[in-house]
């Protein structure tokens, strides 16, 4: 993997550490929940481009042309669209370099920095706005590098090669479906924290979600059973009508078996690298592929078993673990309707009559969001 850093494009000053590229997240614009405290969206070392365009300016869906929403890829109606330019770069905040805040572009946010005012970090060498730094609550902490004032510099393109498939399997790098959600401004580790489905499962599945409707066809789907059923299947069955004779969505990829060649819907990893969805060979070639993020994929396609309860003396042979499981969310699963919509509309599919009165009617007041 080619390594870089970012430079401002006004006076080539470095602006972040050496950086290699990975997938966007499907998180990465994700509002979770009211006044929680999210992490920060981008490992260390890493960063990832966004190639639509995002952030200020906004027009309202009125104002934009039908022809113009298509050539953007957008199929169905949206409250805004953005005018900001596409590319933007996606940095964890302790990764920049030679950069200060601009207090004046920092309003307009409940707890920490929005990024509504656009720009708000500038080059401090020559005062260029360069980036836009986000950490209020509930969204995502992470520095948008401006792509028409910065530009990519080569380090070394000697690095490491990019994990294969078996690589990923054999780092095992799971997901956890369950988080301990602090509130924001919570320093204790107190009664503040509480234990909630997963931000990043619940932006995998509202994506994954608007692929399944598409793959449908407007007739029911049915899910695995486990973690997988109580994720999707509710959804799927209020927006979708009953029948007698569902299709089954069917979990595959590496290491798992060859889907049967009947088999029309496949739930399958994306490369967090890449964002490269794994396809299956043979027949399986023509089924629909439902991208789930890898580590949220694992878990579903391998769960690990736990103990009712601690065992006591020797390990038992074939025990992974003995400790209780983690706690679980107290609510039932609600997919992300912001990361549900923004998938759903820019899916050709989203035209069909029965799939625009599912966007438009049916998921007004449905309880899964």
């Known amino acids: 993997m080619s390594v870089f850093e970012f430079e ?23 509002a979770y929940g009211n006044g929680a405290q999210l992490p920060v969206l981008m490992e260390p070392g890493t960063f990832a481009v966004d190639p639509e365009p995002w952030g200020p300016p906004w027009r309202m869906w009125e104002d934009v042309d039908p022809d113009e929403a298509t050539a ?31 207090p004046e572009n920092g309003s307009g946010a409940c707890c920490g ?10 080059c401090e060498a020559c005062g260029l706005p360069v980036a836009t730094r986000v950490d209020d609550c509930s969204q995502w902490q992470v520095v948008w590098l401006a792509p028409n004032a910065v530009r990519r510099s080569l380090v070394d393109d ?27 401004g919570d320093r204790s580790g107190g009664p503040y924290h509480h234990w909630a489905w997963s931000p990043q499962w619940v932006a995998a599945a509202g994506r994954a979600l608007a692929h399944l409707l598409v ?15 109580e994720v999707f299947q509710r ?23 060859v889907p049967d060649a009947h088999a029309d819907i496949l739930i399958v990893p994306t490369h967090p690298q890449t964002g490269e969805v794994w396809t299956p060979g043979g027949t ?16 579903l396609a391998f769960p690990v078993p736990h103990l009712p309860i601690p065992a006591s003396g020797v390990m038992p042979a074939g025990v992974l673990r003995d400790d209780p499981p983690l706690p679980r969310a107290r609510h039932r699963f609600r997919v992300d309707e912001y990361v549900f919509r923004h998938t759903l509309v820019r899916l050709p599919a989203v035209g069909t009559p029965w799939l625009r009165e599912i966007l438009e009617e049916r998921t007004r007041h449905s309880r899964f969001f």
């Open 8 to 30: 401002c494009a006004g006076c080539g000053a470095a602006l972040t550490a050496p950086l290699s590229q990975v997938a966007l997240p499907v998180h990465a614009h994700q």
């Open 72 to 102: 953007r890829g957008i199929y169905a109606p949206v409250r805004a669209v953005s005018d900001g330019a596409p590319g933007a770069i996606a940095v964890a905040p302790g990764d920049t370099r030679g950069t200060l805040l601009i």
């Open 113 to 122: 920095l929005g990024g509504g005012d656009g720009p708000n970090m500038a």
């Open 158 to 184: 000697t690095g490491a090669a990019l994990c294969s498939w078996t690589d990923l399997m054999a780092a095992g790098r799971r997901t956890p479906p369950f988080a301990s959600i602090p509130r924001w």
């Open 215 to 229: 793959a449908s066809r407007g007739g029911p789907v049915t899910v695995p059973h486990g973690l997988g059923e």
């Open 235 to 257: 959804a799927l069955d209020t927006l979708l009508p009953a029948g007698p004779a569902p299709r089954p969505a069917v979990l595959a990829g590496p290491g798992l078996p």
């Open 284 to 299: 399986a070639t023509s089924a629909y592929l439902v991208p789930l993020p890898f580590g949220v994929w694992l878990v």
